[in-house]
């Protein structure tokens, strides 16, 4: 049996190897088979298998509400050969890069070249889940584990129902996060294994790519996680390292984030510029409460073991608002952690996955631990969080890390596994049969505890059958450890079975967080709302958010109502509302936040006059309505009922169009003052421009009493995503008016000429012109959206320079040896032998 280091390959690299570190075993053999490999893909391609059916599509709530319509945005901006920069179908316009999603996640752009558009998420969340088995498969190996042990391990990783339920939502970008993790722990080990700066470049395109996921929360904790990963392997290896060694790690560990960043750079740097203008940089209602609303109650940490506990999905009865996933890593799993205990305490690495599960569940409690405020106080950031749960992903990743390594300790007990060298050794037969006596104990107490539950608690609902379920493949687990301990099953068949039960139990719970939908062409199609919009004068809509529990989140050819959904985007209609979570602040205020910080509506439901200054020309309710106009304590004229069907549409007549020409300015210092302007009794939109800012402007001024005349006519001759042109004919210098968003990145030209645009009406765009026949055009034009893409595009085409350069290396190395191992030995020298 021939030993390999890892990270030296034999008759390839002829360069003095580093001195080798410590290791938790030696490592027989490459880290993983093509075998392991397939296995993995293969398992996550039969479990997604549903979704390939025909006329059917993997569901999820977020993807159904926004993702699906975004992705389809997306993809059609790039398919057209532009980068997808402004998004107008929603909350008034907003820029793509508020909240870009996976759109230039490297599979992510492959996968919509290559496939439907209803594809592309499947087979992106088949990719990930075997990337999740890969990369543990391969850390466990690197730490020194058996190739079956690691096997078992790496699909206990890969069916955790941490990353596996966030597909209900489709949190792609959760999920790209978590199942990065090992793949990103095994080069930080290898990195300072070798201080070889291939496996740093390795570490910087992983943590790139989870960058690019742009789940930032999710990109955090692994990050921070990762580094203190590394610290520990500099620590605990310093001796071999020495002072230089440890220095060029921790140099070259920096210097793969910052690059990782550079790799991320198109999403990152134009965010950046973006979160003034977002409601994350509002600090009102933004507080300690606010950023600790979804902690994980302690309580629930039961439900790595029996999520049912506290309830899953529809049937969750815990604190929380809501609760779209689960804590659960199978009973194996726990099993061996409860094992490793009394087995691995002694093992730094399993020390360190030890502390790092509990650091990540203290964040995971958030306001329900005192800690979480030191957190809160220290850590950069975590103030913009709302979530803290979501490093539950590392928990789940440090459970099954230490449940290999018992997995690992107990295959050196068993006789079908033991090393040559130490089957004979006294130790081994006494811990043998210690660990077949606490398993023979278990079992018997799981069986004793399983039948009781089914007694008790037969006709108690979710959770005693979900203790019921767990006791019960707890039960098998043991039975077969137990066997396996005696030298009744071999080692072959103990990795199929263990492998088998694993993948069952973690399925159970994780098909729950499984949904298959309607084709697009089904679930996507015209409804009778559609149907008649299509028929109309274009018009912003506005879905009334009134009742909220009468009127679905997803609309579809039934005729339901999308008011928290983008469902109106995928025919080209422009909506108030919407689904994002990430839109321009300045849009969300002028609509009415209410005292937790959410949209609730009030400025448009109370003051009609903010209906006609956005433009909303369409009013869409399940329910007969009638606004009332709390300024002039009387209903609201006129808005007619124009369509009754599956819902009621009404025209709002006196909505702006899409470009307007007003003939005064109303001049304000800031935000404050425009919104009081606003409020005014008599403010009329198509009259005043509410202008903020501007000292003078070669617009009269209004007076206040004066009723103003009509100043010309405009003509929209174009409209694109990031381009409106607009013909103008002004009798006298106006104001022209978009009810479109204003937002940095907006570059104006009249007649060519670039005009400064003006913060309008609190948050649309003003522009003055003068009198006379102008094209006026509007672009958008982000400079560090473009900063960020030329960095990225640099940064990934070093990678692919430096990948294509070590590939023509390895391979002209290859070709030498195989030259030299081929050369025949000359006469005189076999004789001389």
């Not at 199978?330 to 093992?347: E, F, K, P, T």
Request: charge should be positive.
């Amino acid at each position: 049996m021939t030993t390999v280091s890892p990270g030296i390959v034999p008759g390839v690299d002829r360069r003095p190897a580093a001195p080798r570190l410590q290791t938790t075993a030696t490592v027989d053999g490459p880290l993983i088979s093509w075998k392991a490999v397939l296995a993995y893909v293969l398992v996550a391609a039969v479990y997604f298998l549903p979704a390939f059916l025909p006329e059917k599509q993997i569901g999820g709530t977020d993807y159904f509400a926004g993702g699906y319509f975004f992705l389809e945005f997306a993809t059609k901006r790039l398919a057209g050969g532009a980068l997808p920069k402004w998004v107008p179908y929603v909350f008034g316009g907003l820029p793509m890069y508020a909240n870009p999603g996976s759109t230039y996640y490297p599979l992510r752009l492959l996968y919509g070249e290559l496939l439907p558009l209803d594809r592309v998420l499947v087979v992106l969340f088949i990719t990930q889940f075997a990337i999740a088995g890969i990369g543990m498969h391969l850390l466990l190996r690197a730490l020194g584990l058996r190739a079956w042990t690691a096997f078992v391990g790496g699909l206990a990783f890969e069916f955790s129902g941490v990353a596996m339920s966030y597909v209900f939502a489709g949190q792609d970008g959760r999920i790209i996060g978590a199942t990065f993790t090992p793949l990103v722990f095994f080069l930080v080990y290898r990195g300072v294994q070798t201080r070889q700066i291939r496996w740093f470049v390795g570490l910087s395109v992983a943590l790139g790519t989870v960058l690019l996921s742009f789940q930032l929360q999710s990109a955090y904790y692994l990050m921070l996680a990762a580094g203190l990963w590394g610290l520990f392997l500099i620590a605990r290896d310093r001796h071999a390292l020495g002072w230089g060694g440890a220095a060029r790690c921790v140099g070259l560990g920096a210097a793969s984030a910052a690059f990782a960043f550079s790799l991320a750079a198109i999403d990152i740097l134009p965010f950046i510029g973006y979160i003034a203008s977002s409601p994350r940089a509002a600090t009102a209602n933004r507080d300690y409460e606010f950023s600790t609303q979804f902690s994980m109650p302690p309580v629930e940490t039961i439900g790595l073991a029996v999520p049912e506990q506290a309830g899953i999905l529809f049937d969750y009865h815990g604190p929380n608002p809501f609760k779209l996933h689960t804590e659960y890593v199978g009973a194996l799993a726990v099993l061996l952690l409860a094992i490793s205990i009394g087995l691995c305490w002694r093992d730094a690495v399993w020390r360190f996955f030890g502390g790092l599960a509990l650091f990540a569940l203290s964040i995971c409690y958030g306001a329900h631990t005192p800690i979480y405020k030191l957190y809160y106080a220290l850590l950069p950031g975590t103030n913009k969080f709302r979530s803290p749960s979501i490093a539950l992903f590392l928990v789940a990743f440090s459970v099954v890390v230490m449940a290999a390594l018992a997995l690992e300790r107990l295959a050196a007990f068993a006789p079908a596994d033991r090393n040559p060298e130490t089957r004979k050794a006294p130790r081994v037969p006494a811990q043998n049969d210690r660990a077949k006596r606490w398993l023979s104990a278990l079992t018997v107490v799981t069986a004793v505890a399983a039948l009781l539950v089914m007694i008790v608690g037969f006709d108690r609902g979710g959770a005693a059958l979900g203790w019921t379920r767990f006791l019960c493949f707890l039960f098998a687990v043991c039975q077969i450890l137990r066997l396996w301990m005696g030298g009744r099953l071999s080692r072959s068949v103990t990795m199929a079975i263990l492998a088998l039960v694993t993948v069952v139990d973690l399925w159970w719970i994780d098909q729950k967080f499984f949904d298959v939908r309607p084709a697009p062409d089904i679930a996507f199609a015209p409804d009778s709302v559609v149907d008649f919009l299509s028929t109309q004068q274009p018009g912003r809509v506005w879905v009334f958010p009134f009742p909220t529990n009468d009127i679905s989140a997803v609309s579809s050819s039934g005729g339901s109502v999308a008011v928290r959904s983008d469902y109106l985007m995928h025919f080209g209609f422009s909506q108030v509302g919407g689904e994002h979570g990430n839109q321009l602040q300045r849009w969300n205020e002028l609509l009415g936040v209410g005292p937790n910080g959410s949209i609730d509506w009030h400025n448009l439901s109370e003051r009609p006059v903010f209906l006609n200054a956005i433009g909303v020309r369409y009013i869409v309710s399940r329910v007969p309505m009638q606004l009332f106009d709390v300024e002039r304590d009387q209903p609201v004229a006129g808005l007619h009922l124009v369509w009754e069907g599956s819902a009621f549409i009404y025209r709002n007549d006196a909505a702006l169009p899409l470009a307007t020409l007003v003939p005064s300015v109303q001049r304000v210092a800031n935000a404050s003052e425009a919104m009081t302007a606003m409020r005014t009794e008599h403010w009329d939109p198509r009259q005043v421009a509410i202008v903020e800012g501007a000292p003078s402007l070669p617009v009269r001024d209004h007076v206040a009493g004066v009723t103003e005349h009509s100043t010309g006519s405009v003509r929209v001759t174009a409209f694109d995503p990031d381009h409106i042109s607009v013909q103008v004919n002004a009798t006298e210098p106006a104001m022209l008016v978009l009810t479109e968003n204003y937002a940095d990145g907006w570059v104006a030209r009249i007649d060519g000429r670039e005009t400064p645009i003006l913060r309008t009406n609190y948050t649309l765009r003003g522009l003055p012109v003068p009198a006379g026949d102008h094209q006026v055009s509007f672009d958008f034009e982000p400079r560090p959206f473009y900063t960020g893409a030329w960095i990225s595009a640099v940064s990934w085409l070093a990678v692919l320079i430096a990948g294509a350069s070590a590939l023509v290396v390895l391979l002209r190395r290859s070709r030498s040896s195989a030259r030299q191992t081929a050369r025949p030995v000359p006469a005189h020298a076999s004789r001389s032998r």
